[in-house]
């Protein structure tokens, strides 16, 4: 799977907003058939910071949600509400979905 991370500084009047200007994007993202998360989370140091986690199926899914209509409308949208180009991780990731965390296993 492809695994991103993303961090997002959202302008401080935006901030409390993020998750409804994002909205439209977020859903249409995770209606992908390729998409097998896409989860936002903000941070509890920063409240300007949003933290994206997104993973997709393969090169393929990855390179159908770089090229549909919605990325595209949100690279016209988003970026009037951010303070500067958001930073990412990208990896491929030899696994299908999330694995547990040993050290904290819940008995």
């Given at each position: 799977?492809?695994?991103?991370?993303?961090?997002?500084?959202?302008?401080?009047?935006?901030?409390?907003?993020?998750?409804?200007?994002?909205?439209?994007?977020?859903?249409?993202?995770?209606?992908?058939?390729?998409?097998?998360?896409?989860?936002?989370?903000?941070?509890?140091?920063?409240?300007?910071e949003y933290?994206?986690?997104?993973?997709?199926?393969?090169?393929?899914?990855?390179?159908?949600?770089?090229?549909?209509?919605?990325?595209?409308?949100?690279?016209?949208?988003?970026?009037?509400h951010l303070?500067?180009?958001?930073?990412?991780?990208n990896a491929?990731?030899?696994?299908?979905?999330?694995?547990?965390?040993?050290?904290?296993?819940?008995?």
């Amino acid at each position: 799977m492809i695994f991103i991370t993303a961090k997002f500084q959202v302008l401080p009047e935006h901030a409390d907003r993020w998750p409804e200007i994002a909205d439209e994007f977020t859903r249409a993202t995770r209606a992908e058939p390729g998409c097998l998360w896409f989860d936002w989370s903000r941070s509890v140091d920063d409240p300007t910071e949003y933290v994206l986690v997104e993973a997709f199926r393969d090169d393929e899914a990855g390179a159908a949600h770089v090229g549909s209509a919605h990325f595209r409308a949100a690279r016209e949208k988003l970026p009037r509400h951010l303070a500067r180009t958001p930073r990412i991780v990208n990896a491929t990731v030899d696994q299908e979905d999330w694995s547990e965390l040993g050290e904290m296993a819940v008995e």
